[in-house]
């Protein structure tokens, strides 16, 4: 599993996976000297870490800039940022197996580019580099062209503006955005390395914006340089198993209540009331208390809130005004759609998480889990507030 952020470490790996000092060096004589330009990045193990960020957009016949800062000891084959539907139908930026930068986009069969940097970057192993693909010059009337920098300049490891082939072509497709793997029909393979400030722009950039962007992480970049800004990924940083888009508040902004009365005052007004699977539900000052009889089955659910929208993320967040009975089995739960988990916060007070609705269930619901044992508890919650976080978040894997 995929660990970020300084206090995150996940499982099969020996502590935090976080780069914290000279990550990635700009030159700012003003400063003193070099100047980190991010105070993080993604550790990929090169077995099984990406992240998956969903068909969340798409580029349609826009041009388009794709960029990333990668460090790693093995460049041949190195994954960074893929877009996968089916072998007629991807969009990667990487390394090929000869170590040179691989820009390929094709839509519908077309190839849109294949294009290749001119020289291997072997001798940039183990040194933090800049990458950026562009593909512009008007895509949508069939004069773009493609142009590959290699720590902003198209000298040497880079590509000069090269001719597009189907450059009008849709882009539109149903594959996942994903960072630090590269799926074709027959493999998904995975390299080890490290990955931050990842960009994409639905314009190609020039490559006096190139050499600007490089040398900055989101809270640096200008208003123009915003301008035509999709996502952007500082990957400095994670809740959990999320990492936010920066470019829409980093996780901070979020969508209107996804429910109605969160509160319970008025009832359960906004959710699906499933009364039979509850001893008793009632309705008080503090909210809603949900009592379980000792004779009702385990993983009983009492209500269901619809959450709509597939691979987005949601703030939840919920007030616990009574503890419940300390027996190991009886939690509160949440439904991903595959399976229950428990919820971060059981004990009284008040708890914050985030969920990614998954694609094939659209609900998620408040789940008291208890054995048939000799003790009737009860758990009375309040406040419960789900919003939709802004921007393309993206999932640890």
């Not at 998956?52 to 041949?76: E, H, P, Q």
């Not at 493999?187 to 600007?212: D, F, H, P, R």
């Amino acid at each position: 599993m995929l660990g970020l952020g300084s206090s995150v470490s996940k499982s099969g790996k020996a502590g935090p996976t976080i780069v914290r000092d000279g990550l990635v060096l700009k030159h700012d004589y003003s400063a003193g000297g070099n100047q980190p330009v991010s105070t993080g990045a993604a550790y990929f193990d090169g077995t099984d870490d990406y992240i998956t960020i969903g068909d969340v957009f798409d580029l349609g016949t826009n041009d388009f800039t794709i960029s990333f800062w990668c460090k790693a000891s093995d460049l041949t084959s190195f994954r960074a940022v893929n877009k996968f539907q089916d072998d007629n139908n991807q969009i990667f930026l990487g390394f090929a197996n000869d170590d040179k930068v691989y820009f390929l986009v094709k839509g519908g069969g077309n190839v849109v580019s294949s294009g290749k940097s001119d020289t291997a970057c072997t001798a940039l192993e183990n040194t933090w580099i800049h990458v950026c693909a562009t593909a512009g010059a008007n895509r949508s009337d069939g004069t773009g062209t493609g142009v590959i920098y290699v720590n902003g300049t198209t000298s040497t490891y880079g590509k000069a503006a090269f001719n597009l082939s189907n450059d009008d072509q849709d882009l539109d497709s149903t594959g996942s955005w994903e960072i630090g793997r590269r799926q074709e029909s027959a493999t998904t393979t995975y390299k080890e390395g490290y990955i931050c400030n990842v960009g994409i722009w639905s314009t190609a950039l020039t490559q006096a914006q190139v050499k600007s962007i490089m040398h900055k992480d989101y809270a640096s970049l200008s208003d123009s340089e915003k301008t035509d800004l999709v996502s952007w990924w500082n990957l400095d940083t994670a809740y959990d198993s999320f990492v936010f888009d920066n470019h829409h508040g980093g996780g901070d902004t979020l969508g209107a209540e996804l429910i109605t009365n969160g509160d319970f005052s008025n009832g359960a007004t906004g959710w699906i009331e499933h009364p039979a699977d509850a001893a008793s539900v009632s309705f008080g000052e503090n909210g809603v208390t949900i009592v379980q009889s000792t004779d009702l089955d385990t993983q009983n659910r009492v209500y269901q809130l619809d959450v709509t929208e597939a691979l987005k993320s949601y703030k939840v967040t919920y007030t616990i005004h009574s503890a419940l009975y300390s027996d190991v089995n009886n939690t509160l739960k949440y439904y991903t759609g595959d399976a229950y988990v428990d919820l971060p916060g059981q004990g009284v007070g008040t708890h914050t998480f985030y969920y990614t609705r998954q694609t094939g269930n659209a609900n998620w619901y408040f789940n008291l889990n208890i054995n048939t044992d000799s003790v009737t508890d009860y758990v009375t919650i309040s406040d419960i507030s789900v919003k939709l976080v802004n921007g393309n978040t993206g999932t640890l894997s």
